[in-house]
């Protein structure tokens, strides 16, 4: 299965370090293309359903207290909005907190139509144009805060793929602060969060491949897959499965926190000693094909550490779904 010819940089290679220029991230590359990825980068049927019910709840007791609800959205994700304008429901307003116009109307080309035009119509739809990191929101305005693998991917100044983690969680703060404050009491965010989860090891830069290729074999069977690089179930499910489990690890300067460049390895798979790796199944294959246009580098902390950091600011629920990777990337419910 490895070639051991072929040896990638140095673990830290790209990450953070005090020499070079920092390289920006460029969502204008990624966003386009996003209709051909899936999940985990996008959520679940069943994440938006749970999503779906925190609306509809929402929604619910509003139209009983003849109210309005505020719901605001973190990015453009057109599977929150597609829910939220498949609900109709007049008591609910939604803000959608968006850095790029351009990346918002990439994002409304993959809702269907109908709701599109739903959401444009109902007038109780808006877009924000801000950095999550500077909510322009009043103090206590909002009932509901949603983002879906939002954390991960917040930079210091959009340079991504050279900030270092202190950066990256001060950038968190920042996003957790101008949430915290724009909720209203018994208000709730939820957080869709890529975590390493403990059981998976942490000292290592990368996982040992032999573990991962074992748990591939039983999830394989448990869902009866079969080889078929052209039926797009069989590459969604490779995809799901590996993009969870083929994490580069790197340490900080403290050594502390772990987190990944899936940008820089993941078509290519690597071992953890940066040997390139053929994998069987045409995994390489499908990794490509979504990854290959995808510039931005991924930030997962340890799951205890990213906890932490939330809980400076709220109490935590954290909610897996019954699908079998979910433990990679739970939808936290945090309450003030
Ligand atoms: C590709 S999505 C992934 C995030 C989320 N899952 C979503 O569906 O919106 C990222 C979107 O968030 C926007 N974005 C990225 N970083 C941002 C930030 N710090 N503040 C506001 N928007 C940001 C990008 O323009 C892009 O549209």
Known sequence: MVSPEKRGGSPTEGMGGPSGARREVRWESAVP??????YPVRPSDQEVRIYSEHFRQLGHRKEHAGGEGVVVLLGSTPE???????????????????????????MTKLMASELARRERESGKFQLVLT???????????????VGDLVLNIVFKDEKGIDTTSQEHIQEQRLVLDGIKKSLK???????????VPPEMRQSDTYRDIDDVFYEWEKFKAARNLQLDLNDPKYRKEVFGFFANRLIRHYQDDSGKFVCRDMADRIERGMDRDGRQVEFPDGVNEVMSWQW?????????LPQEDQENIMRERFKIERLTTADDLSDMNPMYVLSK
């Open 33 to 38: 293309t996003w209709g051909d990825k899936t």
């Open 80 to 106: 929150l909005r597609s829910a939220l304008a498949s609900l109709n429901n007049e008591h609910l307003r939604v803000l959608a907190a968006e850095r790029y116009e351009k990346s918002f109307d990439a």
């Open 131 to 145: 950095k999550w990191q500077e909510l322009p929101l009043k103090k206590e305005s909002a009932d509901l805060v």
């Open 185 to 195: 009491d018994g208000g709730k965010a939820i957080l869709r969060t890529w975590v």
């Open 292 to 300: 290959k246009d995808y510039t931005i580098p991924n930030w997962v």
